[in-house]
């Protein structure tokens, strides 16, 4: 069974720094793309990063450019992803979510596979 497993998630102060990972649990997803989305307590789903297979290609979305940057390891069996956080602010919080997918996008509908979510919970 396909899974995608996010940890790293947690209660900091604002400024401070995270990072998330997610684990792919088979070596199929190296060469899929692989995503990072966050929503928010009464807010959409939204796009927060994405890497290529091959991890040449990365985007950033607005609000987090600058601050968060994300990364890929294709180990021989699984593939790890992660997202690094750094000067965090309460309008990050959220639960983070990584998705694999064969295009690269930052539209949630090309992501065929999901995890099932990481909380972080920035104070102020």
């Known amino acids: 069974q396909v899974q995608l497993v996010e940890s790293g998630g947690g209660l900091l102060q604002a400024g401070g720094s995270l990072r998330l990972s997610c684990s792919a649990s088979?070596?199929?997803?190296?060469?899929?793309?692989m995503c990072w989305f966050r929503q928010a307590p009464g807010k959409e789903r939204q796009f927060v990063a994405v890497?290529?297979?091959?991890?040449?290609?990365?985007?950033?979305a607005d609000s987090v450019k600058g601050r968060f940057t994300v990364s890929r390891d294709n180990a021989k069996n699984t593939v790890y992803v992660y997202l690094q956080m750094n000067s965090l602010k309460p309008e990050d919080t959220a639960v983070y979510y990584c998705?694999?997918?064969?295009?690269?996008?930052?539209?949630?509908?090309?992501?065929?596979?999901w995890g099932q979510g990481t909380q972080v919970t920035v104070s102020s």
């Open positions: 998705a694999a997918g064969v295009q690269y996008a930052t539209r949630q509908a090309a992501y065929d596979y």
């Open positions: 088979e070596s199929t997803f190296s060469s899929y793309a």
């Open positions: 890497i290529s297979w091959s991890g040449g290609t990365k985007s950033i």
